[in-house]
Structure formats: structure tokens, C-alpha cells
């Protein structure tokens, strides 16, 4: 399963077959078709933003919604839009952050979110052509529900634009909750999986582990601290574990391949996963 899984995102990711050009441009016009009150040009513009790992990872619903946000935005000459939306069905609420690229970006949202007391059941992270960032989290209180009291998304809101604008230091926040019982009733040793082949162009890091608060922040802060740029981001949570998926590349533009910088970054992600154990 592994192997066919990333067979399709090799070609996501990292090659482009002519299949999935077809499924990319049909998205395209799909999208255009629901964007019919815009200008064509900034229709044109606004699709030419996107690798095809976006257009294939996401459904149009959400697109729509993403391209309205970000059109606004630019519109107004805004250089950060949030927006949440309650899941009632999925018992989540949708994170959506369209803001510049920098440096250890999503570790700091995925921070702010965890400094609030909400856990990140799902999250992509998407980088566009032109440098701005768009990522989106599905999250829950700590009841497992949507997280949608007025007062909680604006205490969050303000959380994530202070982590943006660099006065938040999510460090000195997020500290390791315990963990819940049904957690604690399981035991799933961390793996850590670092991939060149799965893409031409970047490093598929896998990480397997068990779910805790923080974990996904404690991860990407450590790609951070390896200077590594997170291009692309798949965040899966099953149960009490979780599957955290990233494509990265290093300082200079290209993958992680000589053995030492490998193994030490799958030591330090291990270390990441597995710092709650010793308290389980």
C-alpha cells in the first residue's frame, strides 16, 4: 500500500504524467466554471499560482473557497486572510491561512493552533508559484468537536497572526499535554521514513507515530531546525495514531540525500515523536 501510495504522489509531487495533466486542467476549467463573475485574466492568473499537488489534492469546493479568499486579499492589498468554517459532519473546523512563505512558517501555525488547546486531525500545506503560502488545518477542541465558539476562533485568529507577524514564540507555549486514556492504552513506536525516490525534486519524509498535543509542531520545528522548507504537507490521524507526510527540500533547492544530514534528521525526528513516552 505504501508503495502504490506514493507511486500516485511521486507523480504529484515530483513527475507529471500526461493523466494527470488531463485531471489537472479538467480541475482547472471546472474551477473556472464556478469563478464566472471574474475576469478571465484573473482566472488565468490566479490557476497559473498552483503545482498540480494542489488541483489533485484538494476537492473544488474547496478551491473555490481558497480563490475567493486569496483574490480578496490581494484585492485589498492584504498580506495574510484566515478563515474557519465548522464541519459538523467531519467534527472539525477548517483552518485556512493564505499568507507570505518564510521559514519555519507552518511549524509556527501548527504551534499557535496546539497553544490553544486544539488538536490538528488533518492539515496540507501548499506553496503557490509566486511565494505566498496556503495552508489548511482541520481541527478539534478538546471535546473532539468542531471548534466554533465565537470567543475560542478569535483567541485563535489573533493567535495565528501574532505567530505570523513574529511576536509569537509558539517554544515557549506548547508544552507536552498528557495523553488521553484511550491514548495511552496503545503503543506505537515512531518510524521514520526518509524517501528520495518517491519524488524528482524533493525529500519524502514519513513520520509514524503516536498522536499526542504538540506533535505535529514538535515535528515541523525540528524541519525547521534542519533548515529544511516544507513545499508540501499531508497530516493524517487515525484513531491514536498518526501519519504526518512531508515533502521538503533543503537550503540550496534540492533533496536531502548524503548519510549523514539523513540520519540525523531521522534521529531528531524520532526524538520528535517519541518525547512523551517517558510520561505515557
Request: glycine share 6%; no cysteine.
Amino acid at each position: 500500500m505504501r508503495t502504490l501510495y506514493y507511486g500516485v504522489e511521486a507523480e504529484l509531487s515530483g513527475g507529471f504524467s500526461s493523466e494527470q495533466e488531463g485531471r489537472t486542467e479538467m480541475r482547472k476549467r471546472s474551477l473556472a466554471e464556478r469563478l464566472a463573475d471574474w475576469p478571465s485574466q484573473a482566472v488565468a492568473e490566479w490557476t497559473a499560482r498552483h503545482a498540480p499537488a494542489y488541483w489533485l489534492g484538494l476537492d473544488l469546493k474547496t478551491q473555490e473557497a481558497h480563490a475567493r479568499l486569496t483574490h480578496e486579499a490581494d484585492l485589498a492589498g492584504k498580506q495574510t486572510a484566515l478563515a474557519f468554517e465548522a464541519d459538523a459532519f467531519r467534527s472539525v473546523t477548517s483552518v485556512t491561512v493564505y499568507t507570505g512563505d518564510a521559514p519555519g512558517l507552518f511549524a509556527k501555525l501548527a504551534g499557535a493552533i496546539s497553544s490553544v488547546g486544539a488538536s490538528i486531525q488533518d492539515a496540507k500545506a501548499f506553496t503557490t508559484n509566486d511565494g505566498m503560502a496556503l495552508d489548511v488545518f482541520y481541527i478539534q477542541d478538546a471535546h473532539g468537536l468542531p471548534l466554533n465558539e465565537a470567543a475560542d476562533v478569535a483567541r485563535l485568529k489573533a493567535r495565528l497572526e501574532a505567530a505570523i507577524a513574529g511576536t509569537f514564540d509558539p517554544s515557549t507555549q506548547v508544552r507536552p499535554g498528557p495523553l488521553a486514556r484511550r491514548q495511552r492504552a496503545f503503543d506505537v513506536e515512531p518510524d521514520v521514513i526518509v524517501d528520495n525516490q518517491a519524488s524528482d525534486l524533493l525529500t519524502l519524509i514519513e513520520v509514524n507515530a503516536r498522536d499526542r498535543p504538540g506533535l505535529l509542531y514538535d515535528l515541523a520545528h525540528t524541519l525547521s531546525e534542519e533548515k529544511l522548507s516544507i513545499m508540501s504537507a499531508h497530516i493524517a490521524t487515525f484513531g491514536e495514531k498518526v501519519v504526518d507526510v512531508f515533502y521538503v527540500k533543503d537550503a540550496s533547492g534540492g533533496k536531502v540525500v548524503q548519510p549523514g544530514p539523513v540520519e540525523r534528521l531521522k534521529r531528531r525526528l524520532n526524538a520528535a515523536a517519541a518525547s512523551l513516552d517517558a510520561v505515557a
